[in-house]
């Protein structure tokens, strides 16, 4: 990863932590279990691409 494409990296894994402290808390308040088997799939897909972008910071890419 460039110099200039860490701070984005960066800002972007905040973002994503965010939303998924987020999804984690709305998910405590459904009852539906379709909904709350796509909020879980949304979480999981967040949590992928945050890992990734992780990985990538911690290879200096």
Do not use: C, F, H
């Amino acid at each position: 990863m460039s110099d200039i494409m860490k701070p984005v990296a960066g800002n972007k894994m905040v973002e994503l932590r965010q939303e998924i402290n987020d999804l984690r808390a709305a998910l405590k308040k459904m009852d539906d279990p379709e909904q709350i088997a796509a909020t879980k799939k949304e979480i999981g897909e967040k949590e992928t691409y945050y890992n990734i972008l992780a990985d990538k910071q911690r290879m200096g890419r």
